[in-house]
């Protein structure tokens, strides 16, 4: 069974960053990156497909937000750059096995990380 291991979140004053890492124990995978605000669905954030030449991003986050990944690490990165309290959510990682498609859509995903807060401060 294949898990997805997230970094710890955490605190961080609004215009901060943080970056998050989710690591595969085995696999290469089109990774995505959703969250969760209380009382809300999950959203997409971004996605990256496998070979990382090609990433999508909500509009929200363009600009501020940049998904990487080092392969050879099994990882996926999240650099997450002047954050906004409106960024407060659980994030969330997975991985899909298919074709890079509907890659905003968590039901095409097969494995999802266990989910880390990321909280910002106004």
């Known amino acids: 069974q294949v898990q997805l291991v997230e970094s710890e979140g955490g605190l961080v004053q609004a215009g901060g960053s943080l970056r998050l890492s989710c690591a595969a124990s085995e696999g290469t995978f089109n990774f995505g990156w959703f969250r969760q605000a209380p009382g809300k669905e999950r959203e997409f954030v971004a996605a990256?497909?496998?070979?990382?030449?090609?990433?999508y991003y909500r509009n929200s986050v363009k600009g501020r937000f940049i998904i990487s990944r080092d392969n050879a690490k099994k990882t996926v990165f999240l650099q997450m750059n002047s954050l906004k309290p409106e960024d407060t959510a659980v994030y969330y990682c997975a991985a899909d096995r298919g074709i890079f498609m509907q890659w905003a859509t968590p039901g095409v995903y097969d494995y999802w990380g266990q989910g880390t807060q990321v909280t910002v401060s106004s």
């Open positions: 990256i497909n496998r070979s990382g030449s090609t990433t």
